[in-house]
């Protein structure tokens, strides 16, 4: 195949830029059902927010979701409308000859987003961020239809795999595995490997903390930040504590001062286990004793795990010939999983990385 030739263009040449209107909110849509899909910032069951009796717009187009998971192109064919959370793009006369799905892959806003968590990108913003889309030519120096939808059955082609491998990847991270020990192993009630296993309190909430606030952080039943910090701390030094709402069973060691609401237990050790060996043998335990929801890859899940439930569960624990805890065994197992955990989180961030590059267009 020769050289590719393209024509560089501003985005506000070939579009124009909007956004849907506010009035279609949920009431609007239980008032007004019909078959025609509304558009919004919802990202799942293919972007539909509700269907309604009306339509604003019909054709093929390009919106983005101007919050939530915002700033990613989504290809519209057909009769709908949007939200005042959806943007926009209409093509302007004298452009037929583009087609919208390779330009869906030409286009990214998400290196616009304002905020974290809940993101923005704002029609503003993408009116003036001065981005340009390549066309390719034909030999006339006409718009080359033909190679655009090969160049987008490409992209598309790239993505599918790339969806494939991110939820492999998913998985990995979820992979148990075994180590054979080669040592005593004994199965003891998860209640009698520590001195105390103690339910947070339940008056620390949002309210508590913004009322009482500090410098030492509150866990909960999410594992990746704290519900809030305080002026006080329940426990200081290195504690394995298990969620047991939300995606529960999953343990997490704090090493710090610290205190946790009822979402959460925290596990007093003795002198003879080792917490982090603890983690590895028992978190799979625990997380297939749960209770409710269990989300894909973790996403969307809402489970439980009593307290109870935790005590009596079966550990494996090295032990010596009179059945003490072998604290160096432990250790030593500890340290295998510790190397495994680490090769999975690398090969982890290596495919992230993977996806994460941006595909030179037109190549």
Same mark, same amino acid.
């Given at each position: 195949?020769?050289?590719?030739?393209?024509?560089?263009?501003?985005?506000?040449?070939?579009?124009?830029?909007?956004?849907?209107?506010?009035?279609?909110?949920?009431?609007?849509?239980?008032?007004?059902?019909?078959?025609?899909?509304?558009?919004?910032?919802?990202?799942?069951?293919?972007?539909?927010?509700?269907?309604?009796?009306?339509?604003?717009?019909?054709?093929?187009?390009?919106?983005?979701?101007?919050?939530?998971?915002?700033?990613?192109?989504?290809?519209?064919?057909?009769?709908?409308?949007?939200?005042?959370?959806?943007?926009?793009?209409?093509?302007?006369?004298?452009?037929?000859?583009?087609?919208?799905?390779?330009?869906?892959?030409?286009?990214?806003?998400?290196?616009?987003?304002?905020?974290?968590?809940?993101?923005?990108?704002?029609?503003?913003?993408?009116?003036?961020?001065?981005?340009?889309?390549?066309?390719?030519? !034909?030999?006339? $120096? &006409? /718009?080359?239809?033909?190679?655009?939808?090969?160049? %987008?059955? #490409?992209?598309?082609?790239?993505? @599918?795999?790339?969806?494939?491998?991110?939820?492999?990847?998913?998985?990995?991270?979820?992979?148990?595995?075994?180590?054979?020990?080669?040592?005593?192993?004994?199965?003891?009630?998860?209640?009698?490997?520590?001195?105390?296993?103690?339910?947070?309190?339940?008056?620390?909430?949002?309210?508590?903390?913004?009322?009482?606030?500090?410098?030492?952080?509150?866990?909960?039943?999410?594992?990746?930040?704290?519900?809030?910090?305080?002026?006080?701390? !329940?426990?200081? $030094? &290195? /504690?394995?504590?298990?969620?047991?709402?939300?995606? %529960?069973? #999953?343990?997490?060691?704090?090493? @710090?001062?610290?205190?946790?609401?009822?979402?959460?237990?925290?596990?007093?050790?003795?002198?003879?286990?080792?917490?982090?060996?603890?983690?590895?043998?028992?978190?799979?335990?625990?997380?297939?004793?749960?209770?409710?929801?269990?989300?894909?890859?973790?996403?969307?899940?809402?489970?439980?795990?009593?307290?109870?439930?935790?005590?009596?569960?079966?550990?494996?624990?090295?032990?010596?010939?009179?059945?003490?805890?072998?604290?160096?065994?432990?250790?030593?197992?500890?340290?295998?999983?510790?190397?495994?955990?680490?090769?999975?989180?690398?090969?982890?961030?290596?495919?992230?990385?993977?996806?994460?590059?941006?595909?030179?267009?037109?190549?």
């Amino acid at each position: 195949m020769s050289e590719i030739k393209y024509a560089t263009i501003p985005l506000i040449d070939i579009f124009t830029i909007g956004r849907g209107l506010p009035k279609y909110t949920k009431a609007y849509a239980d008032k007004h059902k019909g078959k025609y899909p509304v558009y919004s910032s919802k990202t799942d069951d293919d972007g539909v927010f509700a269907t309604i009796d009306t339509f604003d717009y019909d054709g093929e187009f390009l919106t983005w979701s101007t919050d939530g998971y915002a700033g990613v192109p989504a290809y519209r064919k057909g009769k709908f409308s949007c939200t005042d959370h959806c943007g926009i793009l209409i093509l302007k006369q004298g452009f037929d000859n583009i087609y919208l799905p390779y330009v869906r892959y030409q286009i990214d806003f998400r290196k616009l987003r304002l905020g974290y968590g809940n993101q923005r990108v704002k029609v503003n913003q993408v009116k003036n961020s001065n981005m340009y889309v390549k066309i390719p030519l !034909d030999d006339e $120096g &006409d /718009f080359d239809m033909q190679m655009q939808k090969e160049l %987008a059955e #490409k992209y598309e082609m790239v993505e @599918e795999q790339k969806a494939i491998i991110k939820q492999k990847a998913e998985k990995l991270k979820d992979i148990v595995v075994r180590i054979e020990k080669n040592c005593n192993i004994k199965y003891v009630p998860f209640e009698q490997i520590f001195l105390s296993i103690e339910r947070g309190k339940s008056k620390y909430t949002k309210s508590y903390c913004n009322n009482n606030s500090g410098g030492y952080p509150v866990y909960s039943a999410d594992n990746d930040k704290p519900l809030g910090y305080m002026n006080s701390y !329940d426990y200081d $030094g &290195d /504690f394995l504590t298990i969620s047991i709402n939300g995606i %529960a069973g #999953k343990i997490t060691i704090f090493s @710090e001062k610290f205190s946790a609401n009822a979402d959460r237990v925290v596990c007093i050790p003795r002198e003879e286990v080792d917490i982090t060996y603890v983690r590895h043998v028992a978190e799979p335990i625990l997380r297939n004793s749960i209770k409710g929801r269990k989300g894909d890859l973790g996403k969307n899940e809402f489970s439980k795990l009593t307290p109870n439930m935790i005590k009596k569960s079966l550990i494996p624990i090295p032990v010596l010939e009179d059945e003490t805890f072998d604290l160096e065994a432990q250790k030593q197992l500890a340290l295998k999983y510790q190397q495994i955990e680490d090769i999975k989180r690398n090969l982890y961030e290596k495919v992230k990385n993977l996806l994460d590059v941006v595909m030179i267009r037109g190549e």
